[in-house]
């Protein structure tokens, strides 16, 4: 890992307006192409249905409902000893992370369909996670969408220097951040999207202007009966919990982290909100990714949200053609180790720092020219 040890001070700290200039992104026809001209000509240049709502994929719900509570069963009922009982946690939080992903789709309306659809599964893919789905449209679709990589205004990264100084106590959550180096780091996965979630509904949801009229006191007692949900299968399952809430609850949280905290904290701040520029995708099998529906291809969801992800492919294939020099789409495991390698903090738009050591620097622009030269 290449470091570029600079200075982090205050006056550093800076949001650039534009990307254009930054080293190596320099493709013949659509290398300094802003996001609308890029969302043009892929409009122009894909099949029309690429950007069509698919109802049909609500089938997919009973077939993930299915599995899990069939897992459920087998584990409570079956007799089954504790390496099957094992196998079955593992397939319930991996579904339980997959059906997130499918509900997700769903409430930005990639799937079509009425809204109290969407809002049903929506339920089934964010209540477990504690998440009411009316929180997360407007934690997700607005103030994340709205203020991607943009500084201190998204709620779903670390904030640049500036936030540190103005709250010295924050520098403590950073010590659980993968980079950080600390040992419990590493454990930061395995319960965070659910910690992060309340995070935000407990407390920015009472500060930050993207939540505005959001009725924060609703969303809190339902995620509070969500809680309750889990307390009561605990309780009911008895020692068996470790296999019915405790590992599938990790596992959930695993898999769909491992995709949220690769897809931004290794790009660029940028005001221009341009997901060429401030997000990337992953690359992983066919097999492997289809049946994770795709979660993958991150650059082409927030350039189209309401695209299903069965037709995100395109756009990566358009991307690839067009501006391979400004899409980033590494390996999934290299994504996750250059997470760990690296600092959290912004000291300004390609600048990644360690507040607690800022000669620790990463040019996060340098990083992806030297770790995946060829792309």
Known sequence: LRHRFISAAPERIAEAASLDDMRGMTDPTYGTADEATLRA???????????????????????????????????????LPWWANLVLALVMGHTLGVQGFLAHEALHGALGGPKWA????????????????????????????????????????????RRYEKNPK???????????????SYLFLTYSFVFHAQV????????RKDFEGFDRRRAIAQSLACVAGWLVLAVFSGWAMVFTVIIPLVAANV????Y?????????????????????????PAWLDALQFRFS????????????????????????????QRYVCPP???????????????????????????????????LWNAEVPAR
């Open 41 to 79: 000509a892929m409009r122009d240049a894909l099949p029309k249905d690429t950007f069509l709502p698919m109802p049909a994929r609500y089938g997919w719900f009973i077939v993930l409902q299915a599995v899990l509570w069939s897992s459920l069963a087998a584990i409570l009922f079956a007799g």
């Open 118 to 161: 969407q809002q049903l599964v929506g339920w089934l893919g964010f209540g477990p996670f504690l998440v009411p789905p009316t929180f997360w449209t407007r934690w997700h679709n607005v103030a994340h969408h709205a203020n991607t990589n943009h500084g201190d205004r998204d709620p779903d990264n670390f904030g640049t220097v």
């Open 170 to 184: 924050a520098r403590r959550f950073l010590k659980l951040a993968p980079g950080s180096g600390t040992w419990y």
């Open 200 to 207: 935000v509904l407990w407390f920015q949801t009472r500060h």
């Open 255 to 258: 898999l769909v982290q491992s």
């Open 260 to 284: 949220i905290l690769t897809n931004h904290f290794l790009r660029p701040m940028s005001v221009s909100n341009n997901p060429v520029d401030n997000s990337m995708s992953l690359s992983k």
């Open 297 to 324: 291809h991150h650059v082409e969801h927030h350039l189209f949200p309401t695209m299903p992800s069965a037709r995100a492919p395109r756009v990566r294939a358009w991307l690839q053609a067009n501006v391979k």
């Open 332 to 366: 999934h495991w290299l994504a996750l180790k250059l997470l760990y390698s690296t600092p959290r903090v912004y000291a300004d738009a390609v600048t990644l720092t360690d507040v607690e050591r800022p000669e620790r620097t990463v040019d996060v622009v340098a």
